[in-house]
């Protein structure tokens, strides 16, 4: 199992934004070889009370201080096993946050925290999505505001435009992260299990009334994403 951080430890990121009412995003950076490259986590106000974390990421107290003033985080979200490296971490700080992953994540998510879950209802406007074509191995998260609905998503696809460093530009050009939209290239064959069906549910979500954005964990956010979610059909077909 690759080295997971067992305290909090804060890399630099930026700001905490708002993009709908309780919704909430911010870009951090995970050092790499030769390079720093950008992981999203997304905060999910819940009509229950509390929020939902999606790829969680260490915030400076401040930031935490916005986000605990929103909901206590009552779901720790690790959308595919790639993204739990300060699991742990938020573990200990919210032990009364439940963790939740993907159905065939569970195993190697279960190696770093206990327990783990693979499903939740998480209230009104907020649905967990095992992304179809990911032989549910990687979670999605729609969430609708007001009428604006948000689809969050990992690493299926990625949108880093301008990466920071040689290893970020490597990248992109090897695993396709940018810097324009793509579906990364799936070298080891652990994200993609069947082009046909992903494509069919980008072409789904394609078609949401109302769908303003997609948020991914690596790159910058996509606005009025229809046309971006046909194309990226097109090309896994």
């Not at 689809?151 to 920071?164: C, F, R, S």
């Not at 290239?185 to 009334?209: N, T, Y």
Request: hydrophobic letters at 45%.
């Amino acid at each position: 199992m690759a080295k997971l951080n067992d305290q909090w430890i804060v890399q630099p990121h930026g700001a905490l934004t708002e993009l709908e009412p309780g919704l909430l995003t911010v870009v951090g950076e995970i050092k790499m070889p030769l390079a720093k490259f950008p992981r999203r986590m997304t905060v999910v106000a819940l009509n229950g009370g509390g929020t939902a974390l999606y790829s969680p990421i260490p915030l400076r107290e401040p930031d935490m201080a916005r986000i605990e003033a929103l909901g206590v985080p009552a779901y720790l979200i690790v959308p595919n096993p790639a993204h739990r490296l300060d699991i742990r971490a938020f573990q200990k700080r919210y032990p009364k946050a439940k963790i939740v992953t993907a159905p065939k994540a569970k195993t190697a998510v279960a190696e770093a925290v206990d327990p783990v879950q693979v499903s939740a209802r998480l209230g009104e406007g907020v649905k967990l999505v095992a992304v179809p074509g990911t032989d549910e191995r990687e979670l999605a998260l729609i969430v609708e505001r007001r009428g604006s609905i948000s689809l969050v998503t990992n690493d299926i696809i990625g949108n880093v435009a301008k990466p920071d460093g040689i290893g970020g530009h490597l990248i992109n050009l090897l695993l396709r992260f940018g810097p324009k939209p793509h579906v990364p290239r799936d070298v080891r064959g652990l994200l993609i299990a069947d082009k046909a069906a992903l494509a069919a549910q980008f072409r789904a979500w394609a078609e949401i009334d109302g769908l303003r954005r997609v948020i991914p964990s690596h790159g910058q956010i996509i606005e009025r994403p229809a046309a971006t979610l046909r194309r990226l059909a097109d090309r896994l077909s």
